[in-house]
């Protein structure tokens, strides 16, 4: 899971993980976990998620304020009780999240709230939400809140409820769940609709701060570019503080309330999972039905939660390099899994040492790694990881190779496009949990672990840009 900016291969438009998206979140996101999810959600059955002895950021404590937990802030009041303004999702002709809101019949609104808790008769900044009603009013559940991870955009998850798409993000039981709840997506503050934070990153320096730097020289250059990213957000440094789940979750509690609802039930996977748990201990009597898929680890969640990844990538490597063992007639890297594992060392050893050149672009060791995180990440990127994958063995051995998919890609190294919500996702992990500001302690790191860690190791445990933030955590 590489919190940064995660590299990998140009995927079809459609389901382009965006910038910044968790490793295991591009991993299982639907199976048995999700079917089953579902099921007890349209059952009715009484599931919640009640996390035990949680470790900071995620054991969150009591709401800010004079209230408890359970209790309503009376200083929230004007917050619960503001009237919404409900209308069509799609903005304009280029619009495709809200046409796709739209054709299943949601609604928007966007929810006023507090930028800081502590002090809500401050700053106050907006929280886009949509909302498409249960269509059995006779045998209605409640309301269904759903984060679909990140953290990003999550105002379309209502769509994949409905649609209940076989194999992807939900269950076929779904359409059931849809039936019976008021399905409420949110974009967390700062993301996509919700007041967003952007701080200008090209895409081409936000690629760049991926890259893992397996020798010192490549440390030092990619702990220039997370700098230079942490530097571009200081017009944003009063935003910065309160960008962390725990503000997510206390936002999610005043939806709740404007909707009038004592209780809401929640349905979240892989970052999803994280905001879940928060609010259930932030506000553990406000909850109905709760289900975590795909969960993340509370306990090293944060900047530096990649560091736990390299065993479950490694794994993953392995599965497909069976597969491509099975199809070695095809693409050539190997009759049996080790000798497919092998090539892959080649391919790593040769850009560690500067000659993987695909046309004109070299390619540096970490965009290689970052490669074969995503490509074994789901079976279905396998086939498109055949002709990658040769193209850049022979590569390592030495042969004069152009690939225009690699190619197009590398490209993007030199984009000075802004990529949206890049940098409110940084902001919402640097507010999560303070990490070191010290550039040696991650270096170190790396060099401890790259005896069992050579291909993964470098990338999870990179330097990120919460090492130069301008703001520390507020919480």
């Not at 002895?53 to 709401?63: D, F, K, R, Y």
């Not at 009237?83 to 609604?107: E, I």
């Not at 309301?143 to 994949?160: D, Y």
């Not at 967003?196 to 895409?203: D, F, T, V, Y």
Request: charged letters at 20%; proline letters at 8%; one cysteine or more.
């Amino acid at each position: 899971m590489n919190h940064t900016f995660e590299t990998a291969p140009p995927e079809p438009r459609s389901d382009r993980p965006r910038p910044g998206r968790s490793w295991p979140e591009r991993g299982r996101r639907a199976g048995l976990g999700t079917t089953v999810a579902v099921g007890l959600l349209a059952a009715g059955a009484a599931l919640s998620a009640q996390p035990a002895a949680l470790a900071s950021p995620v054991e969150a404590g009591p709401a800010p304020g004079p209230a408890s937990a359970n209790q309503p802030d009376t200083r929230l009041a004007r917050f619960h009780h503001q009237k919404l303004t409900w209308h069509k999702c799609t903005l304009d002709a280029k619009d495709d999240l809200g046409k796709s809101l739209d054709v299943v019949k949601a609604r928007c609104a966007e929810v006023t709230v507090p930028l800081d808790y502590t002090k809500p008769d401050g700053r106050t900044i907006k929280v886009a939400i949509s909302r498409r009603k249960a269509t059995d009013t006779a045998h209605r559940l409640g309301t269904l809140v759903v984060n679909s991870g990140g953290p990003g955009e999550s105002i379309s998850a209502v769509t994949w409820v409905v649609r209940g798409e076989p194999g992807f993000f939900v269950a076929p039981g779904a359409p059931e769940v849809a039936k019976r709840y008021d399905l409420v997506g949110m974009d967390p503050r700062f993301h996509n609709r919700s007041t967003p934070l952007e701080c200008g990153w090209p895409g081409g320096l936000a690629q760049r701060a991926s890259l893992a730097g397996v020798e010192r020289r490549t440390f030092d250059e990619t702990a220039a570019v997370q700098k230079d990213l942490a530097a571009r957000c200081a017009a944003q440094k009063d935003l910065l503080p309160h960008a962390s789940t725990r503000n997510i979750a206390r936002d999610m509690d005043v939806i709740r309330a404007v909707l009038g609802e004592p209780k809401i039930s929640y349905l979240g996977w892989s970052y999803g999972s994280i905001l879940g748990a928060v609010y259930t201990q932030l506000f553990p009597a406000r909850t109905d039905r709760v289900v975590i898929d795909s969960a993340l680890n509370p306990h090293t969640w944060g900047p530096t939660a990649n560091r736990d990844n390299t065993p479950a990538m490694d794994a993953a490597l392995k599965t497909w390099a069976a597969w491509a063992a099975g199809h070695d007639k095809q693409y050539h890297l190997g009759r049996t899994t080790a000798q497919v594992l092998a090539a892959t060392n080649r391919i790593r050893r040769a850009a560690e040492q500067g000659r993987l050149r695909i046309g004109k672009y070299q390619l540096p060791a970490g965009d290689v790694a970052s490669w074969l995180g995503s490509l074994a990440a789901r079976e279905r990127f396998f086939p498109q990881s055949g002709p990658i994958m040769q193209a850049l063995h022979d590569a390592a051995r030495g042969r004069k190779v152009t690939n225009p998919v690699i190619e197009q890609w590398l490209a993007g190294f030199s984009s000075q496009e802004v990529v949206p919500g890049a940098a409110a996702f940084q902001a919402t992990l640097c507010a999560d949990r303070a990490v070191s500001r010290d550039p040696e302690t991650y270096w170190q790191d790396i060099q401890t672990h790259r005896g069992d860690e050579p291909l993964f190791g470098p990338i999870n445990r990179m330097i990120s840009a919460c090492a130069f933030w301008p703001a520390e955590p507020a919480e």
